[in-house]
């Protein structure tokens, strides 16, 4: 359900008449070879078009006009070649609300020492055309990624890469839709937020429904189509002997196939991209989704429990921004601590639903359990240990009058010992810099219980993402000090009033 492969990015080049039509031609015969290299390169997952260079307001302005109408058109990649005097620019940028990173690359690497003439000067220009491009950027207040290196070089590729897959991630947003099965856990405060804040700022709508509607679609399952599923989680899973097809617990598995096959029903009619579920909202239901929220997440559907649907929709996001990647990602809560001095780790986990798309087993474990919580029967779930390596957790809060973003980076590492009484999906890690200074930062800042957790992007996929939308992103890794924080946070919450920034575009 997630494809890149058709998104485009459009590769600009801005130029002007001054230099005459020999060495616009071979601007534009540059610019065509970067941007088919460009498009060649695996590291950048969506395509790269060449477009005509521009050297006209007028040009300038209909492109970026273009660009938004154009539905697979992602962003744009501007490059200056030559000098672009950039008030040509301005009509153009003010129109463009599609995200644009700033390469500032030049078509050869070297300078040619022994043949280096004015010719050259006038044609490889981009050191300071670039610099009077950014000028205007800065001057409109443009949030923008800005890319430094030459254009064969892999970490220029990489960091386009980056920032191809942050802006695939807000493409998928824009006009999305979630679903959000009954409201919020009553009486939490961080999984609320504004639902039109939202669709102005980061583009997708949340919708409710009862879970009536979703018993409804469950209703409309045929026992084949049970059949066949139950039958594919006895080939994909390590299925518990009384969940298997001689075990006494069978029907309750069907029920979790049932589940499963209503709600991908639901969600696919609906065209939505993620969904929130709650366990206070179950009438009509056996049990309570673990299951089949799993496997959805693992299909790519983003998921928030409680009613957690900015969390829904971040953990999308952050599936897109992998999509393709080795690695998995997930809904995760911060749940339980083991305190080591500066060892300290942090059990995640949920009542169930963490995607096994993280899981270290080839075959997680299909169990069946008691749920203290929710007061239905017991429900099936697939237990298993994510894998061990780097992480982010990254967490959406609705700060009243903005979005604000968090990042802590990770390293999951294996349990010491064996947890053979724990029947749910769960990941250890230890957070940079260590757990105090982590979770204070954390903890300051307000960051969610309820986080998207991914082992396939860093934390620069998520800051890409905010300066698309304009939103604030906190980032706490190995660097961070609990000092420089607070002032970050003091000094932030005075910017983002005084200026007003936000990201309604
Ligand atoms: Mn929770």
């Known amino acids: 359900m997630i494809d890149l492969s058709n998104y485009e990015i459009w590769f600009v080049t801005g130029s002007q008449n001054l230099y005459g039509e020999d060495v616009l031609q071979q601007v534009a015969q540059h610019a065509r070879s970067i941007a088919a290299a460009l498009d060649a390169e695996t590291v950048i997952p969506v395509k790269v078009i060449y477009k005509p260079v521009l050297t006209t307001h007028d040009a300038i302005r209909r492109l970026c006009i273009e660009a938004e109408l154009a539905d697979d058109c992602i962003g ?90 942050a802006a695939g991630a807000w493409h998928d947003g824009q006009r999305a839709r979630i679903a959000r099965f009954g409201d919020n856990m009553r009486n939490v405060a961080v999984t609320e937020g504004n639902k039109v804040s939202a669709e102005i700022e980061l583009g997708y709508s949340v919708s409710g429904y009862g879970i009536g509607d979703l018993v409804q679609a469950m209703q ?103 999509h393709g990647l080795p690695g998995g990602s997930s809904f995760m809560e911060d749940y339980t601590y083991h305190f080591r001095g500066n060892e300290s780790l942090v059990l995640g986990a949920h009542m169930l639903e963490l995607c096994p ?6 075959k997680p474990s299909l169990e069946i359990h008691p749920l ?34 968090l990042v802590n980076e990770v390293n999951a590492v294996t349990p010491a010992e064996a947890l053979p009484r724990l029947p749910v999906a769960r990941v250890l890690w230890k957070p940079e810099p260590d757990l ?33 939308a304009g939103i604030e992103c906190l980032h706490i890794d190995a660097d961070t000090r609990v000092d420089d924080f607070k002032r970050e946070l003091r000094w932030n919450e005075a910017y983002y009033r005084m200026s007003g920034v936000r990201a309604v575009r």
């Not at 129109?95 to 390469?103: D, G, T």
């Not at 617990?249 to 049932?258: D, H, K, P, Q, T």
């Not at 029967?377 to 973003?405: C, E, H, K, Q, Y």
Request: proline fraction near 4%.
């Open 76 to 165: 744009l990649v501007t490059w200056m070649h030559t000098f672009s005097p950039a008030r040509m620019w301005i009509p153009g940028l003010q129109s463009l609300r599609k995200p644009f990173v700033h390469l500032h690359t030049q078509f050869n690497s070297d300078i040619p020492w022994s043949t280096i003439d004015m010719d050259f000067m006038n044609l490889n220009q981009s050191a300071h055309g670039g610099r009077e491009f950014g000028f205007i950027g800065s001057r409109l207040g443009l949030e923008r990624t800005v890319v430094v290196g030459h254009w064969q070089d892999p970490a220029v590729r990489r960091r386009l890469g980056v920032w191809a897959r």
């Open 220 to 322: 409309q399952v045929s026992d084949s189509e049970v059949d066949a599923l139950t039958r594919e989680y006895d080939d994909t899973y390590s299925v518990s002997a009384e969940l298997g097809p001689r075990g006494g617990r069978r029907s309750e598995l069907r029920e979790g196939a049932r589940i499963e096959l209503g709600l991908r029903r639901f969600l696919a009619d609906g065209g939505f991209i993620g969904f929130s579920s709650s366990f206070e909202v179950l009438h009509g239901m056996a049990q309570l989704p673990g299951l089949a929220v799993q496997r959805l997440m693992a299909d790519g559907y983003g998921f928030g429990a409680e009613g957690d649907w900015k969390t829904a929709a971040l953990v999308r996001a952050v599936k897109v921004m992998a």
């Open 357 to 362: 798309s993280i899981a270290d087993q080839q």
């Open 372 to 405: 203290s919580i929710g007061g239905k029967s017991d429900p099936v779930r697939l237990v298993f240990t994510g894998r061990p390596g780097p992480a982010i957790n990254a967490s959406l809060v609705d700060m009243g009058d903005r979005f604000r973003m």
């Open 436 to 468: 105090e200074v982590a979770a204070t930062s954390w903890i300051l800042a307000g960051g969610a219980h309820h986080t998207a957790y991914s082992q396939a992007i860093g934390a620069e996929y998520i800051e890409d993402y905010c300066d698309i």
